[in-house]
């Protein structure tokens, strides 16, 4: 005899939760295996931006302050304008600052779900939607749920 798995939540894709087990893409993870389970937030890497930002922004400092001694480099002639190496470090940092600020912009955090089963935690589900996530794992906590409400109502 087949049980009648009620589904909790699913987005008709890849994610579906029902009452016995949490289904993401193509795996499979049964409740019971599952020790447990939580949302992570995972921060993008912004050390490298950041320090395109210092770095242009030294670059300016250099040309504004005209740091640079005229006889390092020769003038160098872009179309019919003739530029020092202050103008071009100017140029440069302006450019550098620009595009760091521009990723650091567009860098989001993104949010997982993780959870703990015998073979490790993993990272089951990653999207930059937090409510999307906080959705499934609202469904993983009532699945829980509906796994031990039955058990407490056969002990009385």
């Known amino acids: 005899m087949m049980t ?26 049964e409740l019971n295996g599952i020790k447990k389970h ?13 320090l395109m930002v210092l770095l242009g922004l030294m670059m300016i400092t250099m040309g504004v302050l005209r740091l640079i001694p005229e006889n390092t480099i020769p003038n160098i002639k872009f179309f ?11 140029g440069f940092g302006a450019g550098l600052s620009v595009f760091g600020c521009l990723v650091l912009g567009f860098m989001k955090d993104r949010y997982a779900i993780r959870i703990a089963t015998a073979e490790g935690e993993k990272n089951v589900l990653v999207s930059p939607r937090r409510e999307y996530v906080a959705q499934v794992v609202d469904a ?13 109502e056969k002990s009385k």
């Open 4 to 29: 009648r798995r009620k589904i909790l939540y699913t987005d008709g894709h890849e994610v579906t939760v029902t009452d016995s087990f949490f289904k993401v893409r193509n795996r499979l993870y």
């Open 38 to 50: 939580g949302v992570l937030i995972i921060h993008p890497d912004r050390l490298l931006p950041f």
């Open 80 to 90: 019919s304008i003739e530029m020092s190496a202050n103008t071009l470090a100017l």
């Open 140 to 152: 993983l906590n009532k699945a829980f749920l509906s796994i031990v409400s039955p058990k407490e």
